[in-house]
């Protein structure tokens, strides 16, 4: 159960994390400015916002083909068939808008799935390409996750730190381990 305590609390700071991430971007900032070129390797604060929810629905895409034949996390990740992928274009109101849609969605999904799964869900073996011959279990693919979103929040709070702006999200919510 300690794997389980552990990647749904991650699973929560992440949701909670990106929605505070979210706000910023939306009461700080224009479309023209969240679209501005700020020297990261996503370019701007968009394409960083797309890289992290991109980032997730692969992810947890990974995560649904692992755990193929348990029904209860195929019922949660069925919802993955209307998030979206976005493109390198920038985007107009409405793309930021179903932006931060697919954002909210993709981290309800990981906080359900985390809530679902049990011990033995945590050793099933990822099968993915990135690892060459080496073996990765669904609960350490998992915690990538969480470090994949700790990373890109991080140059987004470094950008937001730059520009002066609060950003104080990181904090680990004890009510998480609840």
Do not use: C
């Not at 929560?12 to 020297?39: C, H, M, T, Y």
């Not at 906080?111 to 993915?128: H, P, R």
Request: aromatic share 10%.
């Amino acid at each position: 159960m300690f794997a389980k305590t552990i990647l749904l609390a991650l699973a929560k700071q992440n949701q909670a994390a990106n929605a505070a991430v979210v706000d910023i971007l939306d009461r700080k900032f224009s479309l023209p400015d969240r679209q501005k070129e700020r020297g990261s390797y996503y370019h701007s604060l968009e394409g960083l916002a797309k890289h992290i929810a991109g980032g997730t629905l692969h992810f947890l895409q990974i995560a649904e083909a692992t755990l193929k034949g348990d029904k209860t996390a195929e019922h949660i990740l069925s919802a993955l068939k209307t998030a979206a992928f976005f493109d390198e274009k920038p985007l107009d109101i409405n793309g930021w808008q179903n932006l931060k849609k697919t954002i909210t969605k993709v981290d309800r999904i990981w906080v359900e799935l985390a809530q679902s799964l049990n011990d033995s869900n945590y050793d099933a073996i990822v099968k993915i390409d990135w690892f060459g011959d080496k073996k990765v279990s669904l609960g350490s693919f998992l915690t990538m996750l969480g470090v994949h979103n700790v990373h890109h929040r991080g140059q987004l709070s470094q950008i937001f730190d730059s520009l002066k702006i609060d950003n104080d999200y990181s904090r680990f919510d004890p009510s998480f381990f609840a």
